[in-house]
């Protein structure tokens, strides 16, 4: 049964590597990632979808297959949507299991990914919630557990 990761990138490595990193941690390890690329990512977009294979692989999963949507703008909200709403769609007609994460991106773009999550039904909608800004920009293990949170708002709105 197919388990796949759909996520927006960020400039931030963190941002994007973090969340995935918990819901390993949680026992959701992906065998598919889905990553939206936007246009400012440049040089970074190679080293954080590495890093997120990795993430996988160290915490047990099989080396998953990596999905690229490439954007050529930013504001191509369509485009953005399609994302989504394909992979939850296929993944779950296939009897998968799909989480989005909200929580890497431009403040639009984790709009569209919880409303996308949501209203297409995602199993999980996830955001890593970090209560310290003192913690911001490091590495989730190296984040003390007391100040992290994954949050699944299909759990909150459930």
Same mark, same amino acid.
């Given at each position: ?35 939206l ?6 040089d ?16 047990? *999963? ?10 050529? @703008?930013?504001? /191509? #909200? +369509?485009?953005i ?55 911001? *920009? ?10 992290? @949170?994954?949050? /699944? #708002? +299909?759990?909150?709105?459930?």
């Open positions: 049964m197919t388990r796949a990761w759909i996520t927006t990138m960020s400039t931030h490595l963190e941002a994007v590597v973090n969340p995935l990193a918990a819901a390993c941690e949680d026992g959701f390890l992906p065998d598919e990632l889905y990553v690329e936007n246009p400012g990512i440049g970074q977009f190679d080293e954080i979808t590495s890093m997120m294979e990795r993430v996988v692989v160290e915490y047990g *999963g099989d080396d998953p297959d990596l999905s690229v949507t490439h954007l050529d @703008e930013e504001t /191509d #909200f +369509q485009r949507v399609d994302h989504f709403r394909g992979p939850i769609s296929q993944v779950r007609d296939d009897g998968g299991t799909v989480a989005v994460d909200v929580t890497p991106g431009r403040k639009f773009m984790s709009a569209i990914a919880f409303q996308a999550g949501i209203q297409f039904e995602a199993n999980h909608v996830f955001y890593l919630y970090l209560a310290e800004s003192q913690f911001y *920009g490091r590495i989730y293990a190296d984040v003390p557990k007391p100040t992290v @949170e994954l949050i /699944d #708002f +299909q759990e909150v709105f459930g």
